[in-house]
């Protein structure tokens, strides 16, 4: 069967992509294929069980409505967070477009105002500290809807898909693309052992972070020009919220960016979490990452977030997927496939952290998906350096950060570093083939994800509007 357009992959992109698709024409044959399942059937049995259960298909990864469905679902309001495809679209189309995504949100319930418009002497006496300490605050004005609250709103947006025709294929892997003359045909997909085609001269590959590793492979197999991007490898960090009370309640989320003093090597802040809880993504076997989420009804008493160090590699290397998946296995073969645990004041004392050390300190963890020990043992010493730097001049903006009650949760990965070159309107250099989001290499973030989608559609249409 032929569409007028593809989706490969149900996330932030594909789905706002989708809406929009529908809201310019809605004759439109549109198809969303997606490996996990649908919104409603994407359920975790750690949520009953309290353990993972390593199941093939991680329904907080995968599924109808993206990662984001399970994260904390953080909305920035400005092209300054999220990625950067400003560098590709004028940034005033990038906001606008921003504030138009914002109006779909409020049209599907969520009508709470951004935190971060107005300063007041708290944000300010921040800011100062961070400008002393040689950190960039990125202070963007940011809507929360939390874990609970944003599986409420897409699941009125994908129920109203449903109802204006737009079709889902679930449970299936993108193996390929359909090319012939430089030009889209569709989609390769396997369900069940079969092989599957899917037809359409207008296809958006969305795949987000947990499928950037296929987008490199099949760019490289089809001829999609790209080169590679960055990798952020790091930590996620769980404190009590006490020490994070001013940043929580006057910021929600401050976004740092650090240089470091013996690399030059950027640091930066990522997905805070005021009173919320680490997760554990299984991405495959052997590859098990930290992450983290906060709800709106449901708190613990810590706040977690990423510290990330981005690191873009120079030729003649070109395997930055595998050196992070290599670093990813490592940690997982320590630990037996769970999350590597260490106390900020061990990691410092160079000693092991054990499940005895941590009960003398004044956090407990929200996880149980993690084994205690020596993070060193599989990280490159050079991340190490930069983390254990970036967290003491954190210290000096946020008094305790850098205490032993720090909790250290390695390793925090993302899978973004295939950089595909599209031009304003998302399209790659075969015709009629798109491409948005993490997976794209110009997102990271909930924000851009919807834009580049929303873009790339407004110009499927119109193309489609002229035959």
Same mark, same amino acid.
């Given at each position: ?25 809605? @004759?439109? +044959? ?17 949520? +009953? ?9 991680? #329904? ?6 993206? #990662? ?10 400005? !092209? ?45 006496? %921040?800011?100062? =500290? $961070? %400008? ?36 889902? =294929? ?14 889209? +045909? ?32 099949? *760019?490289? =197999? !089809?001829?999609?020009?790209?080169? @590679?991007?960055?990798?952020? %490898? ?7 919220? %006490? ?53 709106? @009804? ?49 990691? =410092?004392?160079?000693?092991? *952290?054990?499940?005895? +050390? ?20 599989? $990280? ?5 350096? @930069? ?56 997102? *990271? ?23």
């Amino acid at each position: 069967m032929k569409y007028d357009i593809i989706f490969l992959g149900g996330g932030q992109a594909g789905v706002f992509g989708a809406y929009e698709a529908m809201k310019l024409n809605p @004759n439109l +044959k549109v198809l969303i294929i997606d490996k996990g399942r649908m919104l409603k059937e994407r359920v975790c049995p750690k949520e +009953k069980l309290g353990k993972c259960v390593n199941c093939p298909t991680c #329904a907080i990864i995968y599924g109808v409505s993206g #990662a984001g469905a399970f994260s904390d679902s953080k909305f920035n309001l400005d !092209y300054k967070v999220g990625g950067d495809v400003h560098k590709i679209v004028d940034k005033n189309i990038v906001n606008d477009t921003i504030n138009y995504v914002v109006d779909i949100y409020r049209k599907f319930g969520f009508n709470e105002e951004p935190t971060g418009l107005k300063y007041n002497t708290a944000m300010e006496e %921040i800011k100062r =500290k $961070c %400008i002393e300490n040689r950190i960039q605050l990125v202070d963007t004005p940011t809507m929360h809807l939390g874990t609970d609250g944003s599986r409420k709103l897409y699941t009125k947006l994908i129920d109203e898909l449903l109802e204006k025709g737009v079709e889902f =294929k679930i449970e299936r892997d993108i193996e390929g693309l359909i090319i012939e003359k430089g030009e889209i +045909k569709g989609a390769k997909c396997l369900y069940k052992g079969k092989l599957e085609e899917y037809y359409s001269d207008n296809v958006l590959l969305a795949m987000g972070r947990s499928g950037a590793h296929k987008v490199m492979e099949m *760019s490289h =197999k !089809y001829g999609v020009d790209c080169t @590679n991007g960055a990798i952020d %490898i790091g930590v996620r960090v769980e404190i009590p919220d %006490i020490i994070m009370k001013e940043i929580n309640e006057n910021f929600y989320e401050a976004k740092m960016i650090y240089y470091t003093k013996t690399y030059r090597d950027r640091m930066r802040t990522f997905c805070s979490n005021p009173s919320g809880f680490i997760a554990a993504e299984k991405h495959s076997d052997s590859i098990v990452l930290a992450n983290g989420h906060a709800y709106k @009804n449901k708190k613990s008493k810590n706040t977690n977030l990423a510290l990330l160090c981005t690191k873009t590699f120079t030729k003649p290397f070109d395997q930055p997927f595998e050196y992070a998946e290599a670093i990813a296995k490592m940690s997982s073969m320590l630990t037996g496939g769970k999350l590597l645990l260490q106390s900020y004041g061990d990691l =410092k004392e160079g000693r092991r *952290s054990t499940d005895e +050390k941590l009960e003398r300190l004044n956090i407990v963890p929200t996880t149980t998906d993690y084994v205690a020990g020596d993070i060193s043992l599989a $990280c490159p010493k050079r991340i190490l350096d @930069n983390i254990m730097e970036f967290i003491e001049a954190h210290d000096k903006i946020t008094p305790g950060f850098a205490s032993s009650d720090l909790l250290l949760y390695f390793p925090e990965i993302k899978f973004r570093s295939t950089r595909m070159t599209l031009n304003e309107n998302m399209m790659t250099n075969i015709e009629g083939l798109y491409a948005a989001g993490d997976g794209s290499g110009y997102g *990271s973030g909930l924000n851009i994800a919807a834009v580049m989608g929303v873009l790339a559609v407004r110009d499927m249409v119109k193309k489609i509007s002229k035959k």
